[in-house]
């Protein structure tokens, strides 16, 4: 089974005298991307997006920043089916807690079974101290935990805080959201390391962390496989703040103990061919079409690992 996780930047399907347009990979703080020229882009970058999806050929795409299951359903027959690409037939986007419906989703060619939001749940309801300064009655998650069953793997979909505005803040709150999905893990599985389960998403971890240690501490160490760790350092990038030439890694593939040791030879590939031409830490090919800063397909590296007879 081939498994991949991609964020594809605010990807919100728009209705305008009856027909839909999805809106491109950009966002609203960047004044470059909301020049009123920067909309006739939008296609552009969603067959770009749709290119890059199409090169991994997973068995299931795993996506962050998707906004309902209406935009997910567009993307797939009016982008992806293009491509060639054999069809996903089971689509899952569940309303979560980000106020811009930025939504986890699911493109599968296998049924899913045993599909749970977990966008509900408060701190308390899994005994976590709320963070200074956060209402109690504030979500656990800033956008959700999407777990669901694919055959015998337990995909986990997480997407968490952004290290900004404020990066004390921030790092709390993702600390908290690391130690909700280690929770959830552990309530579903008597034993969490002989089960075979893979949290997959984006973690928004940055380069450095404001205090030195990790937010993510909770769900690594012994309680998962790093699979990004089995590339050499300088490769495990997927992310680039190219005015300031920093890479990071926000995307993750944490396998469990007994998943990584079944598939010791598991390691993943890095898909960063749609990446803007400003991202200079890449040196590699990119997709046609793709422009200095757009079109592109993403900000982000998509990321893919196969498990072979799974």
């Known amino acids: 089974m081939r498994i991949a996780t991609f964020n594809v930047q605010n990807m919100r399907l728009r209705r305008r005298a009856g027909r839909g347009r999805l809106d491109g990979a950009r966002d609203s703080d960047v004044d470059a991307d909301m020049h009123p020229a920067a909309a006739a882009l939008d296609d552009a970058d969603r067959r770009l997006t749709a290119r890059v999806i199409a090169d991994l050929d997973a068995d299931v795409v795993c996506l962050q920043e998707v906004f309902d299951r209406a935009t997910l359903d567009h993307f797939h027959d009016r982008y992806l089916k293009r491509t060639g690409l054999p069809p996903y037939p089971h689509r899952i986007c569940l309303p979560g807690n980000d106020g811009r419906g930025r939504d986890l989703a699911v493109l599968s060619r296998h049924p899913p079974a045993d599909v749970a939001s977990h966008a509900h749940?408060?701190?308390?309801?899994?005994?976590?101290?709320?963070?200074?300064?956060?209402?109690?009655?504030?979500?656990?998650?800033?956008?959700?935990?999407?777990?669901?069953?694919i055959g015998r793997l337990t995909l986990v979909l997480c997407h968490f805080k952004a290290p900004y505005p404020d990066a004390d803040r921030a790092w709390a709150v993702r600390r908290m959201e690391a130690e909700g999905v280690r929770r959830l893990i552990a309530r579903r599985f008597a034993d969490p390391a002989a089960a075979l389960w893979l949290i997959a998403g984006?973690?928004?971890e940055p380069a450095t962390e404001p205090c030195g240690e990790r937010a993510i501490a909770p769900i690594i160490g012994?309680?998962?496989?790093?699979?990004?760790?089995?590339?050499?350092?300088?490769?495990?990038?997927?992310?680039?703040?190219?005015?300031?030439?920093?890479?990071?890694?926000?995307?993750?593939?944490?396998?469990?103990?007994?998943?990584?040791?079944?598939?010791?030879?598991?390691?993943?590939?890095?898909?960063?061919?749609?990446?803007?031409?400003?991202?200079?830490?890449?040196g590699g090919a990119r997709l046609p079409g793709v422009g200095r800063h757009r079109p592109h397909a993403s900000d982000h590296a998509a990321l893919v690992v196969d498990f072979k007879g799974l």
Not at 121 to 140: F, N
């Open 121 to 149: 749940l408060r701190p308390a309801d899994l005994g976590i101290p709320v963070p200074e300064g956060q209402k109690p009655a504030t979500p656990l998650f800033r956008r959700d935990c999407l777990m669901l069953r």
């Open 202 to 204: 984006d973690l928004n």
């Open 222 to 282: 012994d309680f998962s496989v790093d699979l990004l760790a089995r590339l050499p350092e300088a490769e495990r990038w997927s992310f680039a703040l190219p005015d300031l030439g920093i890479t990071g890694r926000p995307d993750a593939l944490l396998a469990s103990p007994a998943l990584g040791r079944a598939w010791p030879r598991a390691r993943p590939r890095v898909l960063r061919a749609g990446m803007s031409r400003e991202v200079m830490q890449f």
